[in-house]
């Protein structure tokens, strides 16, 4: 019942290449922790962030983690990166990951629709939403979000009851 009774927040497919290279394979310098590719010049690749920059315990040294997010075709992937970035070599891995109906559009509106989805919860005492769909689609944002959704589940466990 409810997903028809909120308004709806829509989704796209997010699909992930992770690809490791020795860091001497690597020309470009990798200032910062990676890139977006602007949707005039995208093809395929619309970002790639750089894992053992951005959280170096993720790769042992001397290894450069590329996590590139695609909106077109995986195979292209590769062939984009040696022409943004200069990378010739085989990757020591690759991995690719595909997660439909999971990145949240905030599309306009968006933020009217959040907030009538807010006040239609008055109506649902203990119902607490948290996720990517709402206040942000980041991991970090995700995990404030449940702990703010905790917080407000222990506080009603321990407050008297309201009257009816």
Not at 90 to 95: A, G, I, K
Not at 120 to 141: K, V, W
Request: charged letters at 25%.
């Amino acid at each position: 019942v409810l997903p028809g009774l909120f308004p709806e927040i829509p989704y796209n497919d997010a699909t992930v290449v992770a690809l490791g290279y020795r860091t001497a394979d690597v020309p470009h310098p990798l200032p910062g922790f990676g890139f977006l590719v602007p949707k005039k010049e995208r093809r395929s690749l619309a970002a790639c962030t750089w894992m053992h920059r951005k959280f170096p315990h993720r790769a042992p040294p001397g290894i450069a983690f590329l996590r590139c997010f695609v909106k077109g075709d995986v195979a292209d992937v590769r062939g984009e990166l040696r022409e943004k970035m200069g990378i010739t070599a085989q990757p020591l891995f690759e991995r690719t990951a595909c997660w439909p109906a999971s990145m949240p559009q905030y599309t306009v509106g968006h933020a009217q629709r959040v907030r009538i989805i807010e006040d239609m919860l008055r109506d649902f005492p203990g119902l607490y939403l948290a996720g990517n769909a709402y206040h942000g689609i980041g991991i970090p944002d995700c995990v404030r979000m449940g702990r703010e959704a905790a917080a407000k589940i222990a506080d009603r466990l321990h407050s008297p009851p309201r009257p009816s």
